[in-house]
């Protein structure tokens, strides 16, 4: 099926450990962005891109590095984890700019760092 | 920074009936706006979208208004089911003018619709 895939699903890691988050799509889209959700909060961007070989930083993007290599894959780097990023990530990505287009976000990893 | 409000507490429709949701935002008034779904454990799911200059949009049972005066958007669902219960989340460019791309949401409003 088109769309957004991201993996794992869930994840554990303890604090300093670090990690990647995958998301892949299937529809040839150009722009890709990551989100965190938090309970009682938005969804905040972390990171953009709006092509291979280029990425921007979004709203939090402290101890958090992306990539774009391919016009698919769009990896989410946690460095060094902390507690304070324990939250639900979810990947979309847009056929033209996130605001001007609709949206096709993955399942989402839920991600807990003891 | 734009600030987006919803209604923060859960909306209870009876099944059949309406359901409008509120969305309100401060500062820039966003060129488009954007509503989508959210089930327990799954991702958002696009629903509409609807630019400045559309006073209204429709899909099916749903309906959307943008009041750029009153920088609101109300989102009804029409003849209402309990497949309907959901998070509806509103979202707004984050960077007017063509800056930074994505999007800034709402919290979200959990609607109920009870049989």
């Known amino acids: 099926n088109a769309g957004v895939t991201q993996t794992p699903k869930f994840q554990v890691l303890k604090t300093g450990q670090s990690m990647t988050l995958q998301c892949a799509q299937d529809?040839?889209?150009?722009?890709m962005s990551w989100y965190r959700q938090d309970p009682g909060m938005g969804l905040r961007l972390i990171h953009y891109?709006?092509?291979?070989?280029?990425?921007d930083q979004g709203e939090v993007p402290n101890g958090y590095n992306v990539s774009r290599s391919t016009t698919e894959d769009f990896p989410l780097r946690l460095l060094s984890a902390a507690p304070s990023q324990t939250s639900v990530y979810f990947c979309?990505?847009?056929?033209?700019?996130?605001?001007?287009?609709?949206?096709?976000f993955g399942s989402g990893t839920r991600l807990t760092v003891v | 920074s734009q600030k987006i409000e919803q209604n923060s507490e859960a909306l209870n429709i009876q099944e059949g009936k309406t359901a409008t949701l509120t969305c309100n935002y401060t500062?820039?008034?966003?060129?488009?706006l954007q509503w989508y779904r959210q089930d327990p454990g799954r991702g958002p799911v696009f629903l509409l979208l609807?630019?400045?200059?559309?006073k209204e949009k429709r899909k099916e049972r749903l309906k959307v208004t943008f009041d750029t005066t009153l920088k609101q958007s109300l989102f009804h669902i029409t003849a209402s089911q309990p497949a309907d219960s959901a998070t509806y989340l509103c979202a707004l460019d984050i960077s007017p003018g063509g800056g930074a791309d994505g999007l800034t949401f709402g919290k979200g409003t959990h609607l109920i619709i009870q049989p």
């Open positions: 529809m040839n889209h150009e722009y």
């Open positions: 609807i630019r400045e200059n559309e």
């Open positions: 500062n820039y008034s966003p060129a488009y």
């Open positions: 979309a990505s847009s056929a033209s700019r996130a605001s001007l287009s609709a949206n096709t």
């Open positions: 891109s709006v092509g291979a070989g280029i990425t």
